[in-house]
């Protein structure tokens, strides 16, 4: 008897299972294994295939949705993220350069100049660091609502007297919008 029979005894008394049977479970496990990752690839091509279709199978549009989502959240983060090294990508080929480029040291194409901000932060998105153009209400480069930061947080209704009538407006006999 040798020392791999030995053991393979041992552990079938210990495991109560025969090698045969451990064999079929490694197997099994194996297969499954590569089962979960061509399911996997299943789905990346088909997300890549239909990421921008806007009649998507329904039962995909949730998904697809989210990953969108993630998508957008992950260029805000590579973006903030460059921007804290000093860095950022060049709007043409992607190559990185530092912030204040003029243009790409890869190919060459003229770079538009980053808005930098200094004590005034009112011009910038606080999620992505982007400047805010005058008068825009959301961030061009991550769809950040910026009046939800102006707003303030409070409830006028809880604030307000029950007997207080100055919000409401008076109705006209013959009018049924409030004057204003």
């Given amino acids: 008897m040798n020392l791999h029979s030995i053991g393979a005894a041992l552990s079938q008394q210990i495991s109560g299972v025969s090698p045969e049977v ?3 479970d490694q197997k099994l496990a194996e297969l499954q294994k590569e089962k979960t990752q061509t399911y996997i690839l299943i789905g990346q091509k088909y997300a890549a295939a239909h990421m921008d ?3 998507v ?6 998904n697809i949705a989210t990953l969108k989502r993630i998508n957008l959240d992950e ?3 590579e973006k903030r993220k460059l921007s804290l090294q000093g860095m950022r990508k060049c709007s043409s080929c992607g190559n990185i350069i530092t912030l ?4 790409c040291s890869k190919c060459g194409s003229k770079q538009e100049p980053v808005f930098q901000a200094n004590g005034e932060s009112a011009n910038i998105c606080p ?3 982007a400047k805010r153009g005058e008068g825009n209400l959301f961030c061009t480069s991550c769809g950040y609502h910026f009046e939800d930061a102006e707003k303030p947080v409070e409830n006028h209704r809880e604030n307000a007297d029950v007997n207080d009538k100055s919000d409401t407006a008076e109705m006209k006999p013959d009018d049924t919008k409030p004057e204003c």
């Avoid at 199978?57 to 949730?62: I, L, M, S, Y």
């Avoid at 204040?100 to 243009?103: R, T, V």
């Fill in 127 to 129: 999620k992505c660091g």
């Fill in 57 to 62: 199978d329904a039962a995909f549009a949730e």
């Fill in 53 to 55: 279709d806007d009649n």
């Fill in 22 to 24: 451990a064999a079929c």
């Fill in 100 to 103: 204040d480029s003029l243009f």
């Fill in 75 to 77: 260029d805000v983060q």
